[in-house]
C-alpha cells in the first residue's frame, strides 16, 4: 500500500534550520502536487508550501523566503528546507500528495507528521 512518511523534525533554536523530508513508497505510478502544512497547538491547519508535479511552487506568505519546497522525483521524496525559524513555526507538520498507484487509482495521502519546535 501506498505510504508517506515524514521525517526531520526536532528541537531547535530560533534562528536555525531544519529540513523536513516526505517520503513516498509503495505501488506508485506517479506522483503530482505535494503539499506541506503544519498545525499547531489549538490552531486549524494551514497549508505552508506546495510544489507541483511540473516543480511549480507556492508559499504561504508566512514562510516567503525562509522556507524552500523541493522535490526528488527519483527517489519520490519531497523536502522542505526551513531557514530563519520563528517561535511562530512551531508546530506538527504533515505532507499531503496526491498520488496515482498502478491500478489507475488516484487519492490525496497524508503522511503520520513530524514535530517542529523552536525555542527561544
Known amino acids: 500500500q501506498v505510504q508517506l512518511v515524514e521525517s526531520g523534525g526536532g528541537l531547535v533554536q530560533a534562528g536555525g534550520s531544519l529540513r523536513l523530508s516526505c517520503a513516498a513508497s509503495?505501488?506508485?505510478?506517479?506522483?503530482?502536487?505535494v503539499g506541506w502544512y503544519r498545525q499547531a497547538s489549538g490552531i486549524q491547519r494551514e497549508l505552508v508550501a506546495t510544489v507541483a508535479s511540473g516543480s511549480d511552487t507556492n508559499y504561504a506568505d508566512s514562510v516567503k523566503g525562509r522556507f524552500t519546497i523541493s522535490r526528488d522525483h527519483a527517489k519520490n521524496t519531497v523536502y522542505l528546507q526551513m531557514n530563519r525559524l520563528k517561535l511562530d513555526d512551531t508546530a506538527d507538520y504533515y505532507c499531503?500528495?496526491?498520488?496515482?498507484?498502478?491500478?489507475?487509482?488516484?487519492?490525496?495521502?497524508w503522511g503520520q507528521g513530524t514535530r517542529v519546535t523552536v525555542s527561544s
Open positions: 509503495g505501488p506508485i505510478f506517479s506522483i503530482g502536487a
Open positions: 499531503k500528495a496526491r498520488i496515482t498507484d498502478f491500478s489507475g487509482a488516484r487519492y490525496d495521502y
